[in-house]
């Protein structure tokens, strides 16, 4: 089955403590993407990246640091977590076609930081 | 920068009815539009997009959406909602092709009353 898969679902961590979402898409999709949800802010972009080793920030990157070793996964590192950090974070991945795909999303991460 | 407009934050509706969500985007160039729909607990999944040709686009669900250019809006239409609708929906644009961003809207939060 085509998918995004992020890892964990659900986690709770304290302020500071270095933490690690990953992200894997078996699709084969040169671009991926992080995103975090806010209430009444939508999604907005973290990190992204177009293929293997490009990765470039987003609208809001401070905080987070991101990796492309490989095609299929793309992990966002939070080096030191703070509690405005607290959101839900979604994967996202996407053939590069000049926009037209659209992208498919992982499950989702809901992060606390306390 | 573009940026996405969805002016109806909560929309309650009984079922049967018919539902437009508005979205306006801020941008004069060419663009790629989306409407994702995010169930209670999921992730985001594509209801429809459009990049080119008929304005009046159909998707999943029995949802449609009409592009229109000169008002800069793509409003998502369904003429009988039922409960099983109620959800949470972002419209998307993508104006930077070769960059695979989606821009999204703050989302527009719908509830269907059996």
């Known amino acids: 089955e085509a998918q995004v898969t992020q890892n964990p679902r659900y986690l709770i961590t304290v302020t500071g403590k270095k933490l690690t979402v990953t992200c894997s898409q078996n699709?084969?999709?040169?671009?991926m993407s992080w995103y975090r949800q806010d209430p009444g802010l939508g999604l907005r972009q973290i990190y992204y990246?177009?293929?293997?080793?490009?990765?470039d920030k987003g609208d809001v990157p401070e905080g987070y640091k991101v990796s492309r070793k490989e095609k299929r996964n793309f992990p966002l590192i939070l080096e030191s977590p703070s509690p405005n950090q607290t959101s839900l974070y979604f994967c996202?991945?996407?053939?590069?076609?000049?926009?037209?795909?659209?992208?498919?999303f992982g499950s989702g991460t809901r992060l606390t930081v306390v | 920068a573009q940026s996405v407009s969805q002016h109806n934050h909560h929309v309650i509706l009984s079922e049967a009815a018919s539902l437009e969500l508005g979205c306006n985007y801020s941008?004069?160039?060419?663009?790629?539009l989306f409407w994702y729909v995010q169930y209670p607990g999921q992730h985001l999944q594509l209801l429809l997009k459009?990049?080119?040709?008929?304005?009046l686009v159909k998707g999943i669900k029995g949802f449609e959406a009409e592009f229109i250019k000169s008002k800069f809006s793509f409003n998502l239409r369904k003429p009988s909602v039922q409960w099983s609708d109620t959800a949470e929906y972002f419209c998307?644009?993508?104006?930077?092709?070769?960059?695979?961003?989606?821009?999204f809207g703050t989302g527009t939060r719908l509830t269907i009353i059996p």
């Open positions: 996202a991945s996407s053939l590069t076609t000049g926009g037209r795909y659209g992208y498919t």
């Open positions: 941008y004069g160039g060419t663009v790629n």
């Open positions: 459009y990049f080119s040709g008929d304005p």
């Open positions: 990246s177009m293929n293997v080793e490009v990765t």
């Open positions: 699709m084969n999709h040169e671009y």
């Open positions: 998307a644009v993508n104006t930077n092709f070769g960059n695979e961003k989606l821009t």
